[in-house]
């Protein structure tokens, strides 16, 4: 037995479940996004310190 209650709700929960699933993707893309961003900078961030450590090397170095 289907009472007209069930039968309104249905769409309602089609509806709001397809809209979940429309949050949880986009959710997932910019969290994947933020942690490209973020490794991005940390290896320029890693880059740059390696490169200032180098340059300290060979400044204190005899090889010139």
Known sequence: LVTGVQTCALP???QITSELESVRLRLEL???TFIEESVAIF???LKA????EIRYILKQSHFK
């Open 12 to 14: 309602i929960y089609e």
């Open 30 to 32: 910019e969290a994947e």
């Open 43 to 45: 290896r320029a961030k």
């Open 49 to 52: 310190a390696a490169d200032e």
